[in-house]
């Protein structure tokens, strides 16, 4: 095991919790409210976010003074939202040392007991995240998010997942056209950060979601091949938007437009001015390199998000069903 996943369940064996060492989740019943614990950013392990799922059957929920005076008051939480019927609250510690795990857990039993006497006081009852009946309701997880389901609730979110997880046809026309009209955005981005003089990773970031986004939903679904598609169409308009930033640049700036060019005339004519030493060319190379550098930097993760996106969607996991432990492990 790493060294987080030991403290993680080191902690969630001092607070008397389950832990999924599989999907990194501490879990159980805390005065009767059915908790998560999590990382809700996976950069910050150490970010912990608690859930619930709670309701008051009258609709009194609590207000922007009484949620400010509570973070206010317990200095371990600094933040409490609820969503529906999920309510979180989020708290920082900076773990390490050997008396991280009794500090973190007296920190943790703090807000606990804090977060629940909370919710009690504001008569709100446990409940399914679904139907927001008072039932059992275990923790899952599905895209990203979790719940606490009932067994009927969990029956039926698994169904309509099935129904979801079946594949669209793929119009690759459609996703090629889609494609092409998402990276517009991107080459907006390279020009008009190019005239400000800056050459961002926006734009590499901007021109990869447009594409994939517009592949996709003028495509119908993003497959393998509608991947490679839309990398080619990143790289040939990316290279269109950085022909178009140094022909912007010609006609406003080098003069094209005092002899009566229009800015598709200093379009062609850059590959001549270049040639010319109209354009420098170090400067010339050097921005298309930190272009591409840029593009490069957006669109790997972009691409990587989607595709994990595609593998979980159809997923519901039920947390705590995966991986258990048996003997209490040691903080690291």
């Known amino acids: 095991m790493s060294k987080q996943t030991d403290n ?7 607070l008397r919790l389950g832990y999924d060492m599989t999907n990194n989740v501490i879990h159980g019943q805390w005065n009767g409210y059915h908790i998560i614990i999590y990382a809700a950013d996976s950069r910050y392990p150490y ?59 007296a920190c943790m039993v703090e807000s606990l007991n804090a977060f629940t006497s909370f919710l009690y006081q504001g008569g709100f009852i446990p409940c399914c995240s679904m139907c927001g009946m008072q039932k059992y309701a275990a923790p ?3 895209a990203g998010n979790y719940y606490h389901l009932c067994a009927d609730c969990e ?22 056209v889609g494609a092409l009209l998402g990276s517009l955005l991107g080459v907006l981005c390279i020009v008009v950060l190019g005239q400000a003089g800056y050459v961002a990773a926006l734009s590499g970031v901007i021109m990869a979601v447009g594409v ?16 490679v598609i839309s990398i080619i169409i ?40 270049l040639s010319g030493g109209v354009i420098e060319s170090r400067a010339y190379w050097g921005n298309m390199a930190l272009i591409y550098i840029f593009l490069l930097l957006g669109a790997v993760p972009t691409i990587y998000g989607r595709v994990k996106e595609k593998q979980q969607q159809g997923l519901l996991i039920k947390i705590g069903s995966a991986a258990s432990y048996n003997s209490p492990p040691q903080w690291k």
């Open 155 to 176: 029956t039926s979110m698994r169904q309509k997942l099935a129904v979801a997880k079946q594949p669209k046809p793929e119009n690759i026309v459609g996703g090629i």
């Open 234 to 273: 990143m790289l040939g308009m990316t290279y269109v938007g950085n022909q178009l930033d140094w022909a912007v640049a010609l006609y406003t700036k080098g003069g094209a437009s005092d002899f009566g060019f229009n800015l598709f005339d200093c379009y062609r004519m850059v590959p001549r001015a």
């Open 140 to 142: 899952h997880w599905s």
């Open 47 to 105: 970010w912990l976010t608690v859930q619930t799922s709670a309701r008051n059957p009258y609709g009194a929920n609590p207000s922007k003074e009484q949620i400010k005076a509570f973070t206010k008051a317990v200095k371990p939480i600094n933040s409490l939202v609820q969503d529906g019927n999920h309510v979180r609250i989020n708290i920082n510690f900076a773990m390490g040392g050997k008396a991280a795990l009794e500090k973190l857990t």
């Open 212 to 227: 994939l986004k517009g592949y996709e939903l003028l495509g119908g679904r993003l497959t393998k091949k509608g991947i």
């Open 8 to 14: 993680y369940a080191a902690l969630a064996s001092a």
